[in-house]
């Protein structure tokens, strides 16, 4: 298996990474993770396998289009190995202290949901949540 991780700025970044991989059924996707952070976003993308060169090399571009890539901390690459070991996100949450919004199948749905329910809260939105 082979990791893609990537900090990006805000909501609709995201977003455009969930549609990509939705419109993109020839890469072999494991799963998405997506960590919010109160300076932007987080997202693990992991393939089944490596990708072709030029796969690899147009994933990166895109992924870089939208972001960089990313040098977890401890606390998120631990919290990153236990839900790919099976602990649920919930779980993940309470004991990392970290935002799972999305883990497993990409899925625009968790991240809209996510995004209107802090907004909500908060009475406005932050730059992140765009």
Do not use: K
């Not at 289009?65 to 040098?71: D, H, Q, R, V």
């Amino acid at each position: 298996m082979i990791t893609y991780l990537y900090s990006l700025a805000n909501a609709s970044l995201a977003l455009r990474v969930v549609e990509f991989l939705h419109d993109r059924q020839d890469l072999p996707l494991e799963s998405m993770t997506v960590i919010h952070q109160i300076d932007g976003w987080v997202v693990s993308i992991r393939f089944r396998y490596l990708l072709e060169p030029h796969i690899h090399s147009d994933f990166q571009a895109f992924m870089r289009e939208l972001g960089i890539p990313y040098e977890p901390t401890v606390r998120v690459q631990m919290a990153l190995w236990s839900l790919e070991t099976g602990q649920s996100p919930v779980e993940v949450m309470r004991h990392y202290q970290i935002v799972v919004v999305s883990h497993g199948s990409p899925d625009s749905a968790e991240i809209e949901a996510f995004r209107g329910q802090f907004v909500q809260g908060l009475g406005y939105c932050p730059e992140t949540l765009a």
